[in-house]
């Protein structure tokens, strides 16, 4: 995702102002689900693009990380017992 400080027009798609707002973001990993709450960014009305901030974007990085890290944990645990 770009990082952007002086948004005017979507990097997507181009043809749609962005909305600075606070956003609850979904995020799907190896089919399992989360949702980083109140994401600050600019948010494409056309065609759903975000531009995270520099400190937001480094926040949902951190969040989709760990999050990450606990699906590959669990999945490690069930692969694990399934070898018992
Ligand atoms: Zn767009």
């Given amino acids: 995702m770009p990082y952007i400080n002086t ?3 979507c990097p997507c798609c181009g043809a749609a102002e962005l909305i600075a ?3 609850d ?3 799907t990993y190896k ?16 065609c ?24 590959d944990e669990a999945e490690r645990e069930r692969s694990f017992r399934g070898r018992t």
């Fill in 31 to 46: 089919g399992k689900s989360t949702v980083v709450a109140a994401v600050q960014g600019n948010f494409c009305p056309a």
């Fill in 7 to 9: 948004v005017l027009k």
């Fill in 48 to 71: 759903g693009e975000v531009v995270l901030s520099r400190s937001s974007g480094d926040r949902y990085g951190e969040k989709i990380g760990q999050f990450q890290q606990l699906v």
């Fill in 21 to 23: 707002d606070s956003r």
């Fill in 25 to 27: 973001l979904p995020h």
